[in-house]
């Protein structure tokens, strides 16, 4: 069973309007594997917190708060990033797991509670989220920005080579199967949008350095009124 992400977010939205919060500014960056969003997200915010010093201070999420949701789920962290790789379970082991987790949450639950948490940070504002499916989460979010990093697959592999202590066959492997968890992901929330749809901006690092991209980037939130 699929998220209605629509109605969900629907719900959360009026949630805000009761609440009287004006969600945002918030960037969302997606990214193809070896495309570093933590190295945009960086020199983005070395930007962003020069231009406001007088601001609240931008900061970043990624994965790292699967901890976050983890605790708040008396769950294992490998039991959420299951969910978010976009990894069906199956009856058995969905009866093993209830009976060994204290406190059993079924993969919508899980799910939800996602949703929840990057909702958080992103209504909270300043804040660039990295994947977590942010993009098709904070669509509805007018103060945001949405941004998606690739490069061709070939350059990939050569850049991640050279990071890693592997071989070209292995690498090639790993870079298509966290694109491929990547998608899942998107897919997962039901969007029914082209997925090209939901960025703003497109950039192709192969060709530009990080630098540029952020100075493009914040042109683009100045002229939104974003910052």
């Given at each position: 069973m699929g998220i209605d992400l629509k109605k969900y977010l629907t719900e959360q939205y009026q949630k805000s309007i009761d609440k009287d919060v004006k969600p945002g500014p918030v960037i969302t960056i997606s990214r193809e594997y070896g495309c570093s969003a933590k190295l945009l997200a960086t020199e983005l915010i070395d930007q962003l917190n020069y231009i406001k010093k007088d601001k609240k201070n931008w900061t970043w999420i990624n994965k790292e708060i699967f901890e976050d949701t983890a605790q708040v789920l008396n769950l294992k962290q490998n039991r959420i990033k299951h969910v978010f790789e976009g990894k069906k379970m199956g009856l058995i082991d969905s009866i093993i797991m209830s009976s060994s987790e204290r406190y059993y949450k079924s993969d919508l639950a899980i799910k939800k509670k996602m949703i929840e948490v990057v909702r958080s940070f992103a209504e909270k504002g300043e804040t660039i989220i990295i994947g977590l499916g942010s993009s098709v989460i904070c669509r509805d979010i007018k103060k945001s920005l949405h941004i998606r990093l690739q490069a061709p697959f070939d350059w990939r592999i050569k850049?991640?080579?050279?990071?890693?202590?592997?071989?070209?066959?292995?690498?090639?492997?790993?870079t298509k199967d966290i694109d491929k968890k990547r998608d899942t992901l998107r897919k997962s929330f039901e969007s029914k949008e082209d997925y090209n749809?939901?960025?703003?901006?497109?950039?192709?690092?192969?060709?530009?350095?990080?630098?540029?991209?952020a100075e493009i980037i914040i042109f683009t939130m100045k002229k939104r009124k974003l910052i």
């Open positions: 850049r991640t080579v050279e990071k890693r202590n592997k071989s070209i066959e292995e690498v090639k492997k790993y749809e939901l960025f703003d901006l497109t950039f192709n690092v192969m060709t530009m350095s990080y630098k540029e991209i």
